[in-house]
Every structure is written in structure tokens, then in C-alpha cells.
T-cell receptor
Framework: DAGVIQSPRHEVTEMGQEVTLRCKPI?????LFWYRQTMMRGLELLIY????????DSGMPEDRFSAKMPNASFSTLKIQPSEPRDSAVYFC????????????FGPGTRLLVL | QQPVQSPQAVILREGEDAVINCSSS?????VHWYRQKHGEAPVFLMI?????EQKGHDKISASFNEKKQQSSLYLTASQLSYSGTYFC????????????FGKGTHLIIQP
């Protein structure tokens, strides 16, 4: 079974541009999580979905960040406009809808905003 | 509240043992352990649920002390492949909540 798929794997953009990150969770996983990793702040939860519905978005840093999950097999994280401090590795993870199940991470998207 | 991991870094010789601790100020439902190698995604190692269980996987095992809200990861007879950064992710609720991760423990295994 394929793991969590993320695209693009690397993204370099200029400040002010819109950035869209994509994620395909593992089939059958009802939970989808977006994390951000930086040297300074470590791994942080941004938002997560259950059955395509956003459950907790308290980790989303600013209104510039938005996330959607239009169906069970696709989610996007959008940054508009992007800023240099958004540079980080963004991970998507998914898990099965059962207590005690762990989360499986995708390979991540390395974002550099110049 | 972010869990506290200790130590921050460990350097070992191949074959030596290591213990990594993860402590929380809140009552935990579960603790998830991951290992991340440079430039790669975190890879799941094991999960421990409240109830004080202990788990093992090859020469890597872990325990969860519910009274102390502390989990420990034990690496026995370390191998070069064990090098990486180890993270604990904690979950407070009983459902599939997002994880709160510690800052990580850097483990370097030397031949």
C-alpha cells in the first residue's frame, strides 16, 4: 500500500507569492494532519481533519494560512502571501479512525521563501 | 504543553545502550515514538497507551509510567542505523488528536 504522498517535494518561491502544498493520505485513513517543522520551533501541528472536516485549526499561524480537504483522498495547505519566515518543512500525516492508532508521515515539502 | 525530552543529545559507541525520556505536565492518553533521519520524514517506532504498558520491538523498547506521566525509550546494543533524532509525540484526548512533539533527542552512534 502506498504511503502518504506529498507534492511538491521542494518549493522555492519569492516573498508575496502564493504557495500550495498537496497531500494524499493513506487509503482508509479518516484523519489527516498538517505539521510544520523548523529548527527553532520543532514539529508543530497546524491543523487536522476528520472525515474531511477541519477539527482543530488552532495551530494555523495566521490568516495567510488556509487548508482544505475537498475529499477523502486529497488535501491542500495554502499560504498567501508567503513570507520568508514560512520557510520550513511541511509534513502531512494520516491515521486510521481508531483509538490507539499512530500517524504515518509523508515525505514532506521543503519550502523556501526568498 | 510541549513534552520535555532528555537528554538533548547522546553520543554512543556501537553496542552501547541508551535511554531517552519524555515527560509531560499533563495527563496523557498516549505517547508515540518516532525516529527521524536527516532530510527524511519521522518514522513511527511504537505507541504506548495509558495503563503503564511496556512494548518492545527488536532491541528497541519503551515504557509508559502513568503516575509520573513519563515515557522512556530504551535502545539496547545500539547499531549504526539507530542514529537520528528521536521524538516523542503526546496525545491527551482519547480520540485521534494531533500530536504535541518534544524538541527531540539527537542520537549519534559511532563505530
Amino acid at each position: 500500500d502506498a504511503g502518504v504522498i506529498q507534492s511538491p517535494r521542494h518549493e522555492v518561491t519569492e516573498m508575496g507569492q502564493e504557495v500550495t502544498l498537496r497531500c494524499k493520505p493513506i487509503s482508509g485513513h479518516d484523519y489527516l494532519f498538517w505539521y510544520r517543522q523548523t529548527m527553532m520551533r520543532g514539529l508543530e501541528l497546524l491543523i487536522y481533519f476528520n472525515n474531511n472536516v477541519p477539527i482543530d485549526d488552532s495551530g494555523m499561524p495566521e490568516d495567510r494560512f488556509s487548508a482544505k480537504m475537498p475529499n477523502a483522498s486529497f488535501s491542500t495547505l495554502k499560504i498567501q502571501p508567503s513570507e520568508p519566515r514560512d520557510s520550513a518543512v511541511y509534513f502531512c500525516a494520516s491515521s486510521q479512525p481508531r483509538t490507539g492508532e499512530t500517524q504515518y508521515f509523508g515525505p514532506g515539502t521543503r519550502l523556501l521563501v526568498l | 504543553q510541549q513534552p520535555v525530552q532528555s537528554p538533548q543529545a547522546v553520543i554512543l559507541r556501537e553496542g552501547e545502550d541508551a535511554v531517552i525520556n519524555c515527560s509531560s505536565s499533563k495527563a496523557l492518553y498516549s505517547v508515540h515514538w518516532y525516529r527521524q533521519k536527516h532530510g527524511e520524514a519521522p518514522v513511527f517506532l511504537m505507541i504506548l497507551l495509558k495503563g503503564g504498558e511496556q512494548k518492545g520491538h527488536d532491541k528497541i523498547s519503551a515504557s509508559f509510567n502513568e503516575k509520573k506521566q513519563q515515557s522512556s525509550l530504551y535502545l539496547t546494543a545500539s547499531q549504526l542505523s539507530y542514529s537520528g533524532t528521536y521524538f516523542c509525540g503526546t496525545e491527551i484526548g482519547g480520540g485521534a488528536d494531533g500530536l504535541t512533539f518534544g524538541k527531540g533527542t539527537h542520537l549519534i552512534i559511532q563505530p
